[in-house]
C-alpha cells in the first residue's frame, strides 16, 4: 500500500473505522475516500457501484456494519441480518467488479461456535451452533467471510478477512441499552457516581469472560495485516487475555470512581459463556497489542468525560 495509493474506509464516522483513519493519517496516507451512511447508505447497491466507479480506490477497510450489544443484537434480529448482509454484499462485489487491489473485511469473534474449544482457534468456524443471541449477526458475517474467500477462489481477488474481539476505545457507542457492555459500565458507573445512586446494576451473572482490544490497537493490527497478509485464510486479533464480566465491573468501578455497591441483574442474558481468541497466528506475523485494559478503559473513560453529549448513539 503506497502512501498515495487510494484508500476506502467504510464506516468511517464508527469507533473502527475513525480509529483506522487515525493510524493512516498517523502513517502518512492522505488519499483516504470516506462517506457517511447520509451520503451513501451501503445497503443499496446500485449507489454502491456508482461510489465504487467514481472513486476508484485501491484499497478497501471495511468496517461499516450494523454493531451493538448483546440486547441490541437480540432485540433487532432482522435488521442485523439484513443492513449487515447488504453492506458487505454491495462492498465485496463493487471491489471485484471495479478492480480494487486489496479489501479487508471486519468479522467478529462471535462467528465462531458457542462453546467452540477456547481458546477459539480460527478453523473452529463452522464446527458447531452459534450463540442465539447473535446468531444472525453472525450468520451475516460468516457470508460476508464466505463472500471474500469465494471471490479468490474464483476471481483471484485479494480478499481478507480478519476476527476482531470485543472492542472499545474513541468513538465507542455509549447507548444505555444497546451498547457492549464495556461502554455501557463506563456510563452506568459515571452516571451513578454523579447522581449519587448507591448501586449499579450489571446485567446477567458476572460469570460470563470477555477479552478486550483498544481500539487503536485494532487499527494498528489492520493496517499492519493490510499491508503484510495475503492470504485466503482467517486471522484473529485480540490481546489473548480475558476476565470476567464481575471483574470487569470492578475495575470500570475502580477508573471512575463510584463508591457504592454492584448488583447483578440474571433475568438479562450472559450470552457466550468464553470467547477468547487464539491470537497464536497473529502473533506469528509480527504483531502484538500495546494497551493493556486498565490503560485502555482509563483513556476510554478519559474521552467519555471529553466528548460524550448524551444523548448518546442510538439506532
Ligand atoms: N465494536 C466491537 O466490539 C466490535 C467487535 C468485533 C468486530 N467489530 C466489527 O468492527 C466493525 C466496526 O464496528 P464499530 O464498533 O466501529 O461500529 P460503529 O461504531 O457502530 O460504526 C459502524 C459504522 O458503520 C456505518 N454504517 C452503518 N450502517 C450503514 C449503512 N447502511 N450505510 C453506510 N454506513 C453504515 C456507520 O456510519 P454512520 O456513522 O455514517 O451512520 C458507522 O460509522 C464492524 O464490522 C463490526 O462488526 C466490532
Ligand atoms: C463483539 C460483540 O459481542 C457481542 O456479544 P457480547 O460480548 O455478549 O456482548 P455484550 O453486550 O458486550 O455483553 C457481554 C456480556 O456483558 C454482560 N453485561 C453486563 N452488563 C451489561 C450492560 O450494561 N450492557 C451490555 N451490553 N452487556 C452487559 C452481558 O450480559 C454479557 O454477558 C455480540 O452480541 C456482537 O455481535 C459482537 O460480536
Redesign the pocket.
Known amino acids: 500500500m503506497k502512501l498515495n495509493d487510494k484508500i476506502y474506509v467504510a464506516g468511517h464516522r464508527g469507533m473502527v473505522g475513525g480509529a483506522i483513519c487515525r493510524r493512516l493519517d498517523a502513517l502518512g496516507y492522505t488519499n483516504i475516500v470516506t462517506r457517511s451512511s447520509s451520503e451513501l447508505d451501503l445497503r443499496n447497491q446500485a449507489a454502491v457501484n456508482e461510489f465504487f466507479e467514481t472513486e476508484r480506490p485501491a484499497y478497501v477497510f471495511l468496517a461499516a456494519a450494523k454493531?451493538?450489544?448483546?440486547?441490541?443484537?437480540?432485540t433487532y434480529r432482522a435488521e442485523?441480518i439484513y443492513d449487515n448482509l447488504m453492506m458487505e454484499a454491495n462492498i465485496i462485489y463493487a471491489a471485484w467488479k471495479y478492480g480494487v487491489t486489496k479489501l479487508m473485511f471486519l468479522g467478529?469473534?462471535?462467528?465462531y461456535p458457542r462453546l467452540a474449544a477456547q481458546p477459539l482457534r480460527e478453523d473452529s468456524l463452522l464446527t458447531g451452533p452459534l450463540?442465539a443471541?447473535?446468531e444472525p449477526?453472525?450468520i451475516a458475517?460468516i457470508a460476508g467471510i464466505k463472500m471474500c474467500e469465494s471471490f479468490r477462489d474464483q476471481y483471484g481477488c485479494n480478499f481478507i478477512s480478519v476476527m476482531?474481539?470485543?472492542?472499545y476505545g474513541i468513538g465507542d457507542n455509549y447507548h444505555?441499552?444497546?451498547?457492549?457492555?464495556?461502554?455501557?459500565?463506563i456510563?452506568?458507573f459515571h452516571e451513578a457516581k454523579a447522581e449519587g445512586k448507591p448501586s449499579v446494576?450489571?446485567?446477567?451473572?458476572?460469570?460470563?469472560k470477555?477479552e478486550f482490544l483498544y481500539a487503536d490497537d485494532l487499527a494498528d493490527a489492520c493496517v499492519f495485516l493490510m499491508m503484510h497478509y495475503d492470504e485466503k485464510e482467517l486471522v484473529n486479533i485480540g490481546t489473548g487475555e480475558d476476565l470476567s464480566?464481575k471483574e470487569?465491573?470492578e475495575l470500570v468501578k475502580e477508573v471512575t470512581h463510584y463508591e457504592g455497591e454492584i448488583v447483578?441483574?440474571s433475568s438479562?442474558?450472559?450470552?457466550?459463556p468464553r470467547?477468547l481468541m487464539d491470537v497464536s497466528k497473529l502473533h506469528s506475523l509480527g504483531w502484538k497489542h500495546t494497551t493493556n485494559l486498565p490503560k485502555g478503559v482509563a483513556l476510554a473513560y478519559a474521552h467519555f468525560l471529553k466528548k460524550a453529549h448524551f444523548p448518546l448513539a442510538t439506532f
Open positions: 454493531v451493538g450489544g448483546i440486547h441490541a443484537n437480540n442485523f467478529s469473534s462471535c462467528i450463540e443471541t447473535n449477526y453472525a458475517k476482531p474481539t470485543n472492542l444505555p441499552e444497546n451498547s457492549h457492555v464495556l461502554p455501557a459500565l456510563r452506568k446494576t450489571v446485567w446477567g451473572t458476572g460469570t460470563p470477555r464480566i470487569l465491573a447483578f441483574d438479562k442474558p450472559d450470552g457466550t470467547k
